[in-house]
């Protein structure tokens, strides 16, 4: 069973965003998505200052079954990317919602797009 | 043991070795070697021994069944691979004039021919590209130039179904292209209401396969081609699943204006190990300025010669130094002739009757299929998803199993949009009785997967090498040998008893 924070918001597309006491959203990919792809081998993320549209691809996380693109939850300008994964990609399957974070951005609208944890479950669960 | 490691000081094939040592007295001294290259010494007998050895660890289509789907990897008659070798073509030279090639020439317009008949594509062939790869770039290119040509230049995306062959949203990105992902729906067809969404002034074109990576036919293809072009687009062709229609239905019938043939795939030329590769495509009337050149044009007295830019001053030009792999060429000339017509439309029949065979029998063993409600083409699709749920034994561990049965494993986790999913392409090459035997092997794995998962999941045990880590091989890759690094220790290490 994926674990899903109850304290963050979540993306049809596996991706999950938590806004930060500084107003900026940190995204990942969440424990479902990454048990999907397996062990991940190489993380590509955008380059800080990057203006993203709101669902468009944005990263690339890649495993020894797939690569796969992660879309942007919401747009926005980012503002940090996680430098550990160049190294570290494993961060995002053993710490999909700490240490393997993709990236910060300074958000051009608001997350009401996007689901609660109970409803990114209750989606997940359909899909299995 | 690599072959470094069997390498001794000194150690050669003399013989063959020069008396004297090289004349490098012209070579100014900056630009000579201080040291030797630090190249393996050995015997001549040792290296043969040591390539022979190697090839008898290769899994092959010489030795064993190799249902990889989506690569068509059937068995190349031999006889293509020696006419090929007829000193005549073997030793004409690139650059020797026509008048000198008539024969080969001959074969090359019988091969664009052929290829035209067999895929519809009334604008003719070009057999240039090298690889599958390049015979995309070429296609995609032709659009590109099409849409330039007529000024038409708002058109800056192209659709690729999310069932692709990942080839395609690389070769469009290659040409400048955005790419559009557009759902299939849960039948395996296109979404139709997702591609309406989609299309619009800025669509340069699609990419299709048809059939498609999910092993079955697109039934609204004619309906999609109406759209696309009604939208101002055109419909390109990834010929990957050939087989399965070869003779039977035409993509240049079903609306397709460009389209790129895997030679190796459906025409028994060499499959994989770096190829060498060709990659034809072939045209609808309105790309034919476009195409790359040279291509073969008879003319009236029956002559043959190239057609090169003078002729074709659109062209999206020369993507080789001379005309893609002339030997590879000739082996698919080679299949054709022998096949004939009626061949062609039984390799679809048997490539299609084996693929559904299999299928019926791998259910009736208890198999899940991805999409049961529809007939196979060349290929099908078994999800083990289920499997994994309950016994936690993966696709990758089936496959790996397989490997002990000696046979070799089906493509797995691909496409991407099935889960723990086997792509299993028998080809029309294989008897009935290997068929079976295949059934077999897996209905066995099915039952230690659910008696003894752990068996299947420690596979496999009785090949040169135990299963490989996967994640660190792709985390850390570093196939090069140096000297004294030690390099290639592990592996011995790791090997099985």
């Known amino acids: 069973m994926s674990d ?7 993306a049809k597309s596996h991706e999950w965003v938590r806004t930060e006491s500084d107003g900026t959203v940190t995204v990942g990919i969440t424990d479902h998505a990454q048990e999907l792809l397996g ?27 797939a690569a796969s693109d992660v879309y942007a939850p919401v747009g926005g300008e980012v503002v940090a990317v996680n430098e550990q994964l160049a190294d570290s990609p494993e961060l995002v399957n053993s710490d999909p919602y700490g240490e393997g974070w993709l990236f910060r951005l300074k958000p051009a609208g608001d997350l009401g797009g996007l689901m609660d944890a109970d409803a990114y479950q209750a989606m997940v669960d359909e899909e299995s | 043991m690599l ?4 390498s001794r000081p000194g150690r050669g094939a003399t013989a063959q070795a020069p008396q004297s040592p090289a004349e490098v007295s012209s070579l100014p001294e900056r630009f000579r070697r201080s040291s030797r290259v630090p190249l393996p010494e050995l015997s001549e007998l040792d290296v043969v021994r040591h390539y022979t050895r190697l090839s008898q660890k290769n899994f092959s289509i010489d030795t064993q069944f190799y249902p990889l789907g989506s690569c068509t990897m059937k068995y190349n008659p031999r006889a293509c691979n020696s006419l090929a070798m007829l000193p005549g073509f073997l030793n004409r030279h690139p650059l020797a004039p026509a008048s000198h090639s008539q024969g080969f020439l001959a074969c090359m317009y019988e091969l664009q021919e052929m290829l035209t008949d067999v895929t519809g594509m009334k604008g003719g062939v070009s057999l240039t590209p090298m690889a599958g790869a390049q015979g995309e770039f070429a296609g995609v290119a032709m659009i590109r130039a099409y849409h330039d040509a ?18 395609n949203p690389a070769t469009a990105t290659m040409c400048g292209y955005t790419v559009r992902e557009i759902p299939t729906d849960d039948s395996g067809d296109v979404d139709m209401a997702a591609l309406e969404e989609a299309l619009g002034p800025h669509t340069a074109g699609i990419m299709l396969t048809n059939p498609s990576t999910l092993g079955v036919f697109e039934r609204r293809i004619k309906e999609i081609a109406d759209r696309v072009h009604k939208a101002g687009g055109l419909l390109y062709y990834d010929g990957a699943n050939l087989n399965a229609i070869l003779g039977k239905v035409r993509p240049g019938d079903m609306g397709f204006d460009v389209i790129h043939m895997n030679l190796h795939k459906t025409f028994s030329t060499p499959h994989g190990g770096g190829g060498p590769g060709a990659g034809a495509v072939g045209v ?13 044009a008879r003319e009236d007295g029956g002559r043959y010669r190239w057609l090169t830019e003078k002729d074709l001053p659109q062209s999206i030009g020369r993507l080789s130094a001379f005309a893609g792999n002339a030997g590879v060429l000739l082996r698919a000339y080679v299949y054709m002739r022998m096949l004939g017509r009626a061949g062609m439309s039984r390799v679809a029949d048997f490539s299609t009757l084996n693929a559904n065979y299999v299928m019926a029998r791998l259910r009736e063993k208890g198999f ?5 409600e529809r007939r196979a083409t060349h290929e099908f699709i078994v999800t ?27 493509t797995t986790y691909f496409p991407l949009l099935v889960p723990e999913c086997l792509l299993i392409e028998p080809t029309e090459t294989e008897s009935k009785e290997t068929l079976d035997a295949f059934v077999d092997a897996m209905a066995q794995i099915l039952e230690e997967a659910r008696t003894s998962p752990d068996k299947v999941k420690g596979a496999p045990y009785t090949q040169p090498n135990r299963r490989f880590d996967e994640v660190r091989a792709a985390r850390e890759l570093d196939v090069a040998w140096r000297p004294g690094t030690g390099v290639g220790e592990e592996a011995r290490e790791g090997r099985a008893g």
Not at chain 1, 52 to 65: D, I, M
Not at chain 2, 3 to 6: A, K, L, M
Not at chain 2, 153 to 167: N, W
Not at chain 2, 284 to 296: A, C, N, T
Request: charged share 30%; proline share 9%.
């Open chain 2, 368 to 372: 899940e299929l991805a999409f049961p």
């Open chain 2, 284 to 296: 609808s009337e309105r790309l034919r300025p476009f195409m790359p050149i040279p291509v073969v």
């Open chain 1, 39 to 65: 062990d991940l081998v190489f993380v590509e993320t955008p380059e800080v200052g990057a203006g993203l549209e709101p669902g468009g691809a944005c990263a690339v996380v890649e495993s020894v079954k």
């Open chain 2, 150 to 167: 007529r000024k038409d230049t708002a058109r800056t995306e192209i659709l690729v179904p999310d069932a692709a062959h990942g080839t």
């Open chain 2, 3 to 6: 072959i470094f490691e069997r």
């Open chain 2, 384 to 410: 083990l998803k289920r499997l994994a749920k309950e016994t936690e034994v993966t696709a990758m561990d089936v496959a790996k199993r397989l490997l002990d049965y000696d046979f070799h494993a089906p």
């Open chain 1, 4 to 10: 899903t924070p109850a304290n963050l918001r979540y």
